[in-house]
């Protein structure tokens, strides 16, 4: 691929890219061939770290359990200590579990939550401050085509839940900092091929979901990285509080 500036000298924040046929880990690819210098923020340090090293030597890993908020707060500090600023925030960490309405749980509903919604929030808060000073930026955070259309395929109704609000959280975001040159905006993959879904999907299954998908091929991590980068990059400069849908038209809107 050729090399270009879309995010040069730019320092992107990416949450839950550690895993590494993971969505985070194509977006920190993506970006990096694009200039910017990535850090990676995950559950475990040294695999964030690892990870990061896997992409180049200038990229770092941090711990960071979004979940936590003086975690989030120490994380960005550091990040921008170490790399000199945050200009990219990309909200993607995220879990799933496959229950139906009935039998969610108190604590299951609270894990859901926690790491999908509220880490948005926590995370985001931490990272805007440094952006405002820098005089803008760009977030951008994941929800699901789950959020759309009451589920997904994998995940119950408290995940369809956490990442509609998501949505709602991330609007608000992009109506309160766009005053600081801050831009907030979504995406809503459909099913993409990576750990969270691994092995969980049996062929007859797969045959059935081909057929409700037009391009008829679930998505690649790269295929959401693509969308994550424009709306990172100028392209998008007049682009906040938008949603884009990266699911092979597998919810196309009215
Ligand atoms: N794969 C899909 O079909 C699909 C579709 C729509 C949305 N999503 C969303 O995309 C995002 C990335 O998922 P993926 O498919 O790449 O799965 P993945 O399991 O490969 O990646 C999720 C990452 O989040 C990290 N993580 C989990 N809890 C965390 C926490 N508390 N703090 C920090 N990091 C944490 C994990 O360690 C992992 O690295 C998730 O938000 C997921 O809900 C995935």
Known sequence: M??????AGKVAAISGAASLRGIGMATARLFAEHGATI???????????EAAALIGPQHRGYACNVTDRAACQTAAEQIAADLGSIDILINNAGITQPVKTLDIDPASWDRILDVNLRGVL???QAV?????????????????????????????????????????????????????GIRVNCVTPGLIQTDINAGKISDEKRTEILAGIPLNRLGEPKDVAGAFLFLASPLSSYITGAVIDVNGGMLIHG
Request: net charge positive; aromatic share 6%.
């Open 122 to 124: 926590y995370l985001s």
């Open 128 to 180: 805007v401050p440094f952006m405002q000073k820098n005089g803008g930026g760009a977030i951008a955070c994941m929800s699901s085509v789950s959020a759309q259309r009451g589920g997904g395929i994998l995940g119950g109704p408290h995940y369809s839940a956490a990442k509609a609000g998501v949505l709602g959280l991330a609007k608000a975001m992009a109506r309160e900092f766009g005053i600081d």
């Open 39 to 49: 850090a990676i923020l995950d559950l475990d340090g040294a695999a964030a770290a």
């Open 2 to 7: 050729t090399v270009s500036s879309l995010l």
